[in-house]
């Protein structure tokens, strides 16, 4: 008996060798026509270490900012908030040598916009304009920056055009076909812009919202949905922990320095796209560094405007921004309320 359980051993294990023997020519050639693994971090300037503030937001308030019927900014108060907002947080006493706290004149540089709500709940191009002047200020090219977003009617929404940008910038949309190569995140495949995977640093214009599938939206899934191929594979739970865990890979983490979050509206509900019903006048514009509190930030601004419109939080909705504690778990920022200082400054 024992004679016999050896002899099947032997011709299983060799049967096993076999295969194995006959697979790998096949997985090596399968591996030589996938080509060399993909490096997808940025590489920053040689001995330029961009400024960092986790938990701080910086916010700008400027009454009487939107220009009659509240719907765009009145062109001279946006670019005097996104101006004193960056000023505010790089601590630094011009604009210039502020944005070069983020920046180095050899960077290039994708501002990610987000026309998802349509044009009258998009970013609005008096902050997208202010932002490229403020580049170009600090001594980046204007043909080393590019404005990108999703589609090209998302891009139309934003009002942004070559007409109101320094000459040279370009505008960009990847209409989910200019990508890189495939990679994965633990909850699925995808793949990122071109225009993201091209540059050395991004600055990201979220919006806030509501959202119907994740509670809120802001910096983190500004820069993650936008910036993919297949954003509807990653709407599942929440979008939690899927957002967290798309801005935690290297094509996004090594690449965004800065957000400046357009604030002049907001909508409490009904989000992502606009809701005419529920849109409200902010007349303010956000910075930070840290998408995470900046997102805790927007996102309980939208709680306190649903409480003031005898509205249910969104945990009371059944809708949670539950990304927003995995993205600070993942060292993303900081989540926790009691550790981000938010600094107001009337204009």
Known sequence: MSQD???????????????????APQAEAQQHAAGPAVNFAATRPAGFTPLSHPGQVVRINKPGSLRAGGLFPVPEAARAMVNRAVIELSGRPDLATAWRAFVHPTDRVAIKVNGLGLRNMASNKEVIEAIA?????????????????????????????????????R???????????????????????????????????????????????GALKNMTHGSIKNPEAFHRHLCSPQIAELYNHDAIKSRVRLHIMDGFKAVYHGGPRDSPEHRVALECVLASTDPVALDRVGSDIVDQLRVAHHMGTLEARG?????????????????????????????
């Open 171 to 217: 505008l960009v949309s990847h209409n989910a076909t200019a990508l890189s190569p495939e990679t994965r995140v633990a909850s699925g495949r995808t793949q990122y812009a071109t225009a993201l995977m091209e540059a050395t640093a991004v600055i990201g214009v979220p919006l806030i919202k509501d959202h119907s599938l994740c509670g809120f939206t």
């Open 319 to 347: 809708l949670p921004p539950r990304y927003i504690d995995h993205a600070g778990a993942m060292g993303l920022g900081v989540a926790d309320r009691a550790r981000i200082q938010t600094r107001v400054v009337a204009i």
């Open 133 to 169: 002047e403020g580049l170009v200020a600090a001594g980046v090219p204007a043909t080393n920056i590019v404005v990108y977003d999703q589609w090209d009617s998302f891009l139309r929404c934003t009002r942004v055009s070559s007409r109101g940008l320094p000459a040279g910038v």
């Open 5 to 23: 359980l050896d002899r099947r051993h032997f011709l299983s294990t060799v049967a096993a060798g076999t295969a194995a023997m006959a697979l």
